[in-house]
């Protein structure tokens, strides 16, 4: 019976450990302060330790081309339009004036005088009395305007040796109107004086209808001079038959010992149409 009084009279909150923790906290820190002290002697001094190498570190590259920034795209600044000017008022132009086409008279028929030269001038197949005619048919055709009626006309003449017309035979023509007044004139035409050789004279002539050209007067300083031998092309040959030999070489004729250029006069239109017929057939200045 004292036993389940004393058990009846046992308080377990005098027995807890919260109550017994006063004496055994400080206790516990302690022990534990003395194991830090004693693994701390255990520890081996302080040595450190060299760090460890670093590894190489193996690295494998490619260059790679990185493409070029587009270009910058710039504005061109924006031009503004200028200030309107205040432009002067143009005349009207004025009124077409009406050119007066150029003309040229016909030059003046060769005097008895001339012709009495030329009936006695043998040299260039009669060059004066060849020139005589066609002057003498351009004196007769009137004057010559600018325009579509101006023109050339071309013949090949043959005359008998008493002076008569055989025969009048158009080549070729660039104006009817030529054409036809130089057969008027050719048909027209006074008794004319004998050819100077005394045989059938045959030439060839253009007359002019032109209001800027009559082709007169020629130049005769130098008639008396002999032609200059033709020339034949010495490598000519048909690729068939023999070669032909190469002839010698043709020299020019002596001058006659009364042949002096110099001695014959001139007048100035005489030398400037043979100055003007000379650079047309060189082409000089061209």
Request: a negative charge.
């Amino acid at each position: 019976m004292a036993s389940k009084g004393h058990a009846a009279g046992f308080d377990w909150r005098l027995d807890s450990p919260w109550r017994r923790l006063p004496i055994t906290l400080p206790g516990a820190v302690l022990i534990g302060l003395l194991g830090l002290w004693a693994g701390a002697g255990l520890m081996p001094g302080d040595q450190s330790s060299p760090p460890p190498r670093p590894e190489k570190l193996i690295l494998d590259a490619e260059l790679i081309e990185l493409p070029p920034p587009p270009p910058e795209v710039t504005e061109k600044p924006r031009r503004e339009p200028p200030p309107p000017r205040d432009e002067p008022q143009l005349e009207p132009p004025p009124a077409d004036v009406p050119r007066t086409p150029a003309s040229l008279a016909a030059p003046p028929a060769p005097s008895a005088e001339e012709w009495q030269l030329a009936a006695s001038y043998t040299l260039k197949n009669s060059k004066r009395y060849r020139n005589a005619w066609g002057q003498q048919v351009r004196s007769m055709m009137g004057t010559a305007v600018e325009g579509p009626d101006q023109g050339q006309v071309r013949f090949r003449i043959t005359i008998h040796p008493d002076g008569r017309l055989a025969q009048a035979e158009e080549l070729w023509s660039t104006s009817e109107k030529a054409s036809e007044l130089a057969r008027k004139a050719i048909q027209a035409m006074p008794p004319l004086p004998p050819t100077p050789t005394g045989k059938p004279l045959v030439f060839e002539k253009t007359i002019s209808f032109l209001p800027y050209e009559t082709g007169w007067p020629p130049s005769y300083r130098y008639d008396c001079l002999p032609d200059l031998p033709v020339f034949k092309n010495p490598f000519t040959w048909n690729g068939s038959g023999p070669q032909p030999t190469t002839p010698p070489t043709p020299q020019r004729e002596e001058r006659a010992e009364d042949c002096h250029p110099s001695d014959v006069e001139a007048t100035f239109e005489e030398e400037d149409s043979e100055l003007k017929r000379q650079m047309e057939r060189n082409r000089w200045g061209t």
